[in-house]
């Protein structure tokens, strides 16, 4: 919620330079190094230069606010093994890490890694309205079926993950989703096709971690009795 807000914060510093025909394009609006060469460009507009302090000193607000909130998940997280283990994975941060511990709440959750899919919002979906009684005409119409990636699901661990793989595609050095990733390219699919497919890698990925460590806690356990 807080990027969120800090989002709304920026585009409302940009809209009111904009408003008075100020071109301003990146980030270097929002530095406080650049705010008093931006607030000449507006200084025979008194009411205009105090709103940019104002929107200024909000956006100052919420980046000391989300400072304080990942501090607080770091602290918070320290005690569930599985985040520390999800953090060795390419592109995957603390938050994507916390969120999919969150929301999966436990790796016994789904009997199968469909269900998982279907949860994290994963799952393809056909237009099919029915089928033809011809065996060789059903088999034609069935490669025209158009698929497509479902609306359902939870929609915060779609976008960790998904955001998560793509960082670890475009972002990160040579590693096993990377590899993928460019393998389902070399094969012809497209790049939205090839990063879902990646994000569902991914994500099954994490759950067999997850997995694996409490497999690990209940050896431990049955060891010491």
């Known amino acids: ?48 230069k105090k709103a940019a302090q104002i929107f200024w000193g909000q956006l100052d607000i919420l980046k000391s606010q989300k400072e304080l909130v990942y501090e607080e998940i770091k602290k918070s997280t320290k005690k569930f093994k599985e985040i520390k283990e999800f953090l060795e994975v390419p592109g995957v941060g603390l938050i994507a890490a916390a969120t999919f511990s969150a929301f999966i709440f436990s790796p016994y959750r789904f009997g199968n890694k469909s269900k998982m899919w279907s949860y994290c919002g994963f799952s393809l979906i056909e237009n099919d309205s029915g089928k033809d009684p011809n065996p060789e005409v059903e088999k034609i119409r069935r490669r025209k079926v158009i698929r497509h990636l479902t609306k359902d699901g939870n929609h915060r661990i779609k976008s960790v993950v998904k955001s998560s793989a793509m960082a670890a595609c475009y972002v990160c ?15 012809g699919l497209n790049d939205s096709s090839a990063i879902l497919t990646v994000s569902r890698f991914l994500a099954n990925k994490l759950w067999g971690i997850w997995k694996r460590v409490e497999r690990e806690k209940k050896n431990k356990v049955s060891f010491i009795q």
């Open 173 to 187: 050095k040579d590693n096993e989703l990377k590899r993928k990733y460019l393998e389902l390219k070399n094969r």
């Open 1 to 48: 919620k807080i990027v969120k807000d800090i989002t709304r914060a920026k585009n409302r510093i940009k809209a009111l330079f904009k408003m008075k025909g100020i071109f301003c394009l990146g980030q270097g609006v929002y530095n406080a190094e650049n705010r008093t060469d931006w607030l000449k460009k507006i200084d025979k507009n008194k009411i205009t």
